[in-house]
C-alpha cells in the first residue's frame, strides 16, 4: 500500500515555473513506477509523465516535451515534476500515481498505475 500526497500546484503567469512534489509513504517505493497525469476541466485525464524504478527512465507527453522534467528521489520518497514555460493549456489538476507497469503511449500509462493522490491544482493565466 503506497500513500501519495501532491504539492506544489497554485497560479502562476504564462512563461513561468512551478514545481510539484509527490510524496509517497509506504514501503518499496523504490520499486514502484512513478507518473504525473492531469485532468482539466471537461477533459479526460492524461498522462504527462512517468519515470521507471529500475533505470530512471522518463517518458512524457509530445505536449509537454522539452518544457517539463520528472525526477525521483528515492531516499526522500518523493517524485518532483519541474514545469518550465508553463501555457495556458497546461491548466489542470495535476495527479501522482505509482503502479508496477508503465508502457506503451501516454494514454496507457494510468492502466499500470495502482495508486493514485488528490491532486494538486495549477492554473496558468495568459
Known amino acids: 500500500q503506497v500513500q501519495l500526497v501532491e504539492s506544489g500546484g497554485g497560479l502562476v503567469q504564462a512563461g513561468g515555473s512551478l514545481r510539484l512534489s509527490c510524496a509517497a509513504s509506504?514501503?518499496?517505493?523504490?520499486?514502484?513506477?512513478m507518473g504525473w497525469f492531469r485532468q482539466a476541466p471537461g477533459k479526460e485525464r492524461e498522462g504527462v509523465s512517468c519515470?521507471?524504478?529500475?533505470?530512471?527512465?522518463?517518458r512524457y507527453v509530445d505536449s509537454v516535451k522539452g518544457r517539463f522534467t520528472i525526477s525521483r528521489d528515492n531516499a526522500k520518497n518523493t517524485v518532483y515534476l519541474q514545469m518550465n514555460s508553463l501555457k495556458p493549456e497546461d491548466t489542470a489538476v495535476y495527479y501522482c500515481?505509482?503502479?508496477?507497469?508503465?508502457?506503451?503511449?501516454?494514454?496507457?500509462?494510468?492502466?499500470?498505475?495502482?495508486?493514485w493522490g488528490k491532486g494538486t491544482p495549477v492554473t496558468v493565466s495568459s
Open positions: 509506504g514501503r518499496a517505493f523504490n520499486l514502484y513506477h
Open positions: 519515470i521507471s524504478s529500475s533505470d530512471g527512465n522518463a
Open positions: 500515481a505509482a503502479g508496477w507497469t508503465v508502457g506503451g503511449p501516454p494514454e496507457d500509462w494510468e492502466h499500470g498505475m495502482s495508486y
